[in-house]
């Protein structure tokens, strides 16, 4: 049974950081692109990031340069790294295996992100 176990999220200030976790079990992880995504209430559900199995790494523009996705195969472990938070990233955040811009297994509960002074 796949499962996605998001971790790692809070309540920060503006310009503050976070780093989000998520393991991943029942799937061979290694051979699979892992995307985080997130969705803010009453907004749809976004990709903000994925990771190949190689390590090649793509962001949306609204997060590059902030935000850095990586990998831990032996841990089946995806991490995403945000600096420079702002309000608008304020979103439950949520990761999955990625084909081509979408998700392809069931989700996890998220982590909640707040960024609020």
Same mark, same amino acid.
């Given at each position: 049974?796949?499962?996605?176990?998001?971790?790692? +999220? +809070?309540?920060? $200030?503006?310009?503050?950081?976070?780093r989000l976790s998520c393991a991943a079990s029942g799937i061979m992880f290694r051979i699979y692109t892992m995307g985080w995504y997130r969705q803010a209430p009453g907004n749809q559900r976004e990709l903000v990031?994925?990771?190949?199995?190689? +390590?090649?790494? /793509?962001?949306?523009d609204s997060v590059k340069g902030r935000f850095t996705i990586?990998?831990? /195969?032996?841990?089946?472990?995806?991490?995403? $790294?945000?600096?420079?938070?702002?309000p608008e990233d304020t979103a439950v955040y949520y990761c999955n295996v990625d084909f081509s811009g979408r998700p392809l297994m069931d989700w996890g509960q998220g982590t909640q992100v707040t960024v609020s002074s």
């Open positions: 049974q796949v499962q996605f176990v998001e971790s790692g +999220g +809070g309540l920060v $200030q503006p310009g503050g950081s976070l990031a994925t990771i190949g199995s190689g +390590g090649s790494t /793509n962001y949306a990586s990998r831990d /195969n032996a841990k089946t472990t995806v991490f995403l $790294q945000m600096n420079s938070l702002t």
